[in-house]
Structure formats: C-alpha cells, structure tokens
C-alpha cells in the first residue's frame, strides 16, 4: 500500500513538473523563503547588534556626565533598548508596531519609540517580508494554487474510474495526492525550519525551536487536508479553485480584521488622551515634588521635624527637597503604575478575544502560537515595559538618595545666588554609578510553550476536523 501511495505521489509530482505555472509558483515560493529568512535573519541580527552596542553607548554616556545636581542627572534621563529574541528573526511579531527603545526620566513614563513602522510608507511592508508571513500568508496560496485540482482532475479526465478497476481506492488516492502536497507545503518549511535551528547559536531553547517547527508543520497539513477536502467534494476545477480562495481570504484576510475589530468593541479600552487627562488630574492633587513649600508635603514635613526633633528645615541632617523629591517620585509612580496596569490589562484582554478567534482561523492561531514561542508577542513586549520602568525608578530614585544625602539643604535652596552657589550645589560625576546593567530576555521557554499551548491545541483541532473530513470524503468516492 505504502509503495502505491509513493507512486501516486510521484506521479502527481511528474504533473507538476510538466505544469509550467505549479513549478513557477513553488520556486517563488521557495525563494521568497529563503530570502526572507536571509533578509530577515541579517536584518534582525543587525538590529539585535546595534541596540547591544546602543545601550552600552547609553551607560556610558550616563556615567561619564560631569558634576551635576542630582536632579538635574534624574532629567538627563537614560535610554533601554529592547534586544529581539532569537527566533524573533523569523517572527519579528509586535516588535515592528511597538517600538524598541525607551526613554527614562523623573516624574513620567514614556512610552517606546523608535517602531520599523513609523518610519515606514504605507507599502514598505513588502520589504519587511518575513519568513512568519510567507508560511502564514503566502505558503496557502502555493497549496491552492498546486492542489486545487489533484482529485478535480482525476475525475474530469476520466481516470478515476480506471483507477479504480486498477485496485487504487479512492482512500489510497487521496492519501498519495496529499503526499505530494505535502512535500510542497514542506519545501518551503524547509529554510524556516532551518533557520529556527541556527538561532539556537543565538540561545534558543530545544523546546521553543521544536514547538516553532511544529506549529508551522501542523499550519502546512490543516492547508493540505483542506485543499485535498475541497478538490475532494468539489465535481469541477473552477469550483474548487474558487471554493479554496474564498476560504483563505475569510481565514486569512477577513477573520483576522473581524477579530480585531470584536476585541476593541468587546473590551473597552479609553484612548491614550482620555488617559493622559486622567493621569494629570490625578498628578494634580499630589502636589508639584519640585517645590519643597507645597502644601502637600506639610504633613511630611511635620513627621521629620518630629522625627530628629528639630524646628525648621535648615536644622534637618537631610536635604527636605531631596526627601520631597523621593516622595513625590514613588507616589507618582505608583499613580503612573496602576494606569499602565490597567492599561496593559486591557490590551491582554483585547488580545484573549482576538485569540478566541483562532478556533476558526488558521491564520489566527498559528500567528499566536508563533508569536508566543518567538517571544514577540504582547505579553513579552509588556513585560519589557515593567522591567523598564523597575530601572527608570531605581535609578530615579538613587539620585533623589543622592539629593537628600550628598548635598545641604542650604547649599540647595542658594544655588542660583552666585556662580560659587551654584558649583557647591553640584556632587562628583563619582556618583553616577546608579545604573544596573539590562538586557532584556524574553519569557522562559517553557513559559513561552505554555502560553502557546491553546494556540497550538486550536490548531490540532482544526487540522484534525478537516483531516477527518478528508477520509471520509475519500471512502465515500
């Protein structure tokens, strides 16, 4: 039987190689493979290389600042950029819409910047063609182009009946046409694969590489069960063919937008300017943390005076203004924590509803499960955020220390008196070594794998439904 289905397959294949237009689309699909991973692997490289060399530039740049006043460092501020995970250079995922670098300040959260999408045409996406949207996107169409036909065309020309009386059932049929699909839908796969391999040089997990594979493998046979399915049912060429776009336009094209658009309209989510005005009103009944007097900090200042039970401000062995600033910068941080939770709450709950949608499409689920294993998806690019923000207020608050320790309050309040005022308001570029080290690293791989396993289980069960499909269309021939 095994010997039959190998010459069925080959045989398909031998029409394939005869059919000009099959052969053309299979070669551009396997070169846009290939040059995708190429592209995309250089291109990811590159960046994962200059943002390294950038953050180290920017410690740098932090360290070697002169003498200053503490307050003035927390403005100068500090840059992290977000290196790209390993397999991120198969599946950039969200890193082009979310930007990769951050700027740190006192007093505020930025946001990133610095995205491939800002700085890009409205069709400059076809030159950041890669490997993950050739495989979701482009490797289907190849499929349907290649096997709309392989049982449509049996049964118009007339052999399916010869076969037949031959003793090929129309089981052992399906199954040889299948085979020859499938070593399309792989060829492809092959550079993908290949490329997953070598980012583990780069640090990838064996786990997070084979559960990569996988997804896309299991992404290739629902789209050959499919087109098998419908050339199967369908009694004529252009029927099938029509049938099979229709299918990949809603899972690939519409379901996705439909998601989308049900995630927005089911989790409401206020806009970033209705939050900016819920974030400054909240600011505003906490007092302004440059000014030592604001009545805000009376009750603050009250508890010191107490505290080393003296009369006035002047008499504290602290600067008031650094204490003020420490203050005021972990209540504004917590303000600015819980409206970024919140935010980032919403949009993991938009992506859950999206992601619900994946039971439906392909598309969907293989762009989660790919996204998750890459660790380029919302959650990880979240997480990059807190782990920023634990930095910016760390370092933050370490020159506000500095404030209160390393510098008089007198020496603070006459800064602006006279050049000698302001020299004696400075402490020594020694103090700078307030940064930690960062380099931002994605979930574990086995966290990665276990966010991705529904994503996964969806499509299993897609290509599972259709596979069945299949056979029980090929015995009923």
């Known amino acids: 039987m095994m010997f039959r289905i190998w010459l069925i397959a080959k045989d398909e294949w031998r029409y394939w190689r005869r059919s000009h237009l ?51 460092m927390v403005h100068y501020g500090h840059y992290l950029f977000r290196t790209p995970p390993p397999l991120g250079r198969l599946d950039p995922g969200v890193d082009a819409y979310t930007g990769t670098a951050i700027f740190l300040e006192g007093h505020r959260q930025n946001g990133a910047t610095f995205s491939g999408q800002q700085h890009s045409a409205g069709l400059n996406w076809l030159s950041a063609l890669s490997p993950a949207f050739v495989m ?17 065309r049996e049964r118009e020309a007339g052999t399916f009946d010869f076969l037949k009386i031959q003793g090929v059932s ?28 070598i980012t583990l040089f780069y640090g990838s997990s064996i786990l997070s590489v084979s559960a990569f594979v996988f997804s896309y493998a299991l992404y290739v046979g629902f789209w050959c069960a499919l087109v098998l399915l419908v050339s199967t049912l369908s009694r004529s060429h252009v029927g099938s063919f ?14 996705p937008r439909i998601a989308t658009n049900t995630a927005v309209v089911t989790v409401h989510s206020p806009s970033k300017l209705e939050t900016d005005f819920a974030v400054l009103q909240k600011l505003r009944e906490m007092g302004d943390g440059h000014n030592a007097n604001d009545p805000a900090f009376k009750a603050l200042k009250d508890n010191l005076l107490a505290k080393y039970n003296v009369d006035s401000v002047d008499e504290l062995p602290v600067n008031f203004k650094g204490i003020v600033a420490q203050k005021s910068e972990a209540d ?31 598309a969907i689920a293989i762009q989660t499960a790919s996204m998750k294993l890459a660790g380029t998806d919302l959650e990880n690019y979240q997480r990059f955020l807190r782990e920023a923000e634990a930095v910016r207020f760390a ?26 005022t302001l020299q004696k308001a400075k402490v020594s570029a020694n103090n700078w070594q307030v940064l930690s080290d960062f380099h931002f690293v994605p979930l574990p791989a086995a966290e990665r794998f276990a966010g991705s396993i529904q994503a996964l289980l969806q499509l299993f069960v897609l290509w599972l439904v259709v596979s069945i499909g299949v056979v029980l269309a090929g015995r009923r021939q």
Request: hydrophobic share 55%; aromatic share 6%; glycine share 6%.
């Open 136 to 152: 979701q996107i482009l490797t289907p169409l190849l499929l349907i182009v290649m096997g709309f036909g392989v049982m449509t």
């Open 22 to 72: 099959a052969m053309t689309v299979l070669m551009i699909a396997v070169v846009l493979a290939i040059a995708s991973v190429v592209v995309t692997f250089s291109t990811v490289s590159l960046a994962a290389h200059q943002r390294a060399h950038l953050q180290s530039q920017a410690e740098q740049k932090f360290v070697e600042q002169p003498d200053r006043h503490p307050h003035r």
């Open 332 to 362: 504004l941080t917590d303000v600015l924590n819980d409206f970024a939770e919140q935010k980032m709450e919403e949009g993991v709950a938009q992506a859950k509803v999206a992601r619900q949608f994946g039971w439906l499409s392909p």
């Open 170 to 197: 129309p089981l052992m049929l399906t199954i040889g046409k299948g085979v020859a699909l499938a070593g399309a839908g792989f060829a492809v796969l092959i550079p993908v694969a290949v490329g997953a391999l």
């Open 395 to 420: 370092f933050v608050q370490s020159l506000n220390k500095l404030h209160a320790e390393g510098l008089s309050y007198a020496d603070d309040v006459n800064k602006y008196q006279s050049h000698e």
């Open 242 to 255: 029509s049938a099979l776009i229709i299918v990949w336009v809603v899972t690939c094209l519409v379901l």
